[in-house]
């Protein structure tokens, strides 16, 4: 057996650090003066928030773009790992399933890069956090895939024959190709995923890794 997993948003989580670099660039001081009766508005917690927020703004596009491109590459190192994740490869590696991470990302960003490499950086992370330690997460390098294209993401996770695959944006599992033999599981923490919003059908919804180890080892019957 084989389990796929997404890395960005589904292993490594962002909403502290966009909010951190939102605040260092001062993006909601306009909205804290505004704010009526006193009342002090921050920046939005969690990505979508913070994206949908930023959105409305002339030149909002841009300026998540060049907020993504911050956090994926110069400050990677200030993201966390989700809470569960390390609780269910260690669950997996003691049940024997083999595990791959097949990531949609870019070498580079395409917005105002530094010029850091966006997949060095992932890996560099994942060093960091232990999943090469043969004593920790045990991945090896070869169970890493980067695809440049969704469409090569879904190409990647079928050739791995994976069984089931986890993935934080429903629209993977919507790509021509996504694997009908692949159980998908969207990781939704926040549960602002709106349902069928990108046509995919069959999958399961969880808030929480732990929740997700419960289908995949089977107490959720
Ligand atoms: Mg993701």
Redesign the pocket.
């Known amino acids: 057996m084989r389990i796929g997993i997404?890395?960005?948003?589904?292993i490594a989580g962002y909403d502290a650090l966009f909010a951190a670099l939102a605040e260092e660039r001062g993006l909601f001081q306009n909205a804290r003066h505004s704010a009526p009766h006193g009342v002090l508005l921050g920046a939005p917690v969690g990505k979508k928030d913070l994206r949908d927020a930023l959105r409305q703004r002339p030149e909002g596009e841009l300026t998540w773009r060049r907020l993504q491109a911050e956090a994926y590459g110069g400050r990677m190192s200030d993201a966390e790992l989700l809470d569960g994740v390390d609780r269910f490869v260690k669950a997996c590696r003691q049940a024997g399933i083999s595990l791959s991470i097949v990531?949609?990302k870019t070498q580079h960003a395409n917005f105002a890069s530094d010029g850091t490499d966006l997949r060095k950086a992932a890996i560099r992370w994942m060093e960091e956090h232990g999943f090469f330690d043969p004593a920790g997460l045990k991945f090896r390098p070869d169970d890493v895939f980067f695809a440049d294209t969704r469409a090569a993401k879904v190409a990647k996770i079928s050739d791995l024959n994976c069984n089931w695959f986890i993935?934080?944006?429903e629209e993977v599992f919507a790509e021509p190709g996504f694997p009908a033999s692949a159980r998908a599981v969207l990781y939704d923490p926040h549960g602002d995923v709106e349902a069928g919003s990108s046509g995919a059908t069959d999958f399961l919804r969880c808030r929480h890794w732990d929740e997700i180890g419960g289908h995949v080892f089977g107490s959720h019957h």
């Open positions: 997404d890395f960005d948003n589904t990531s949609h993935d934080d944006l």
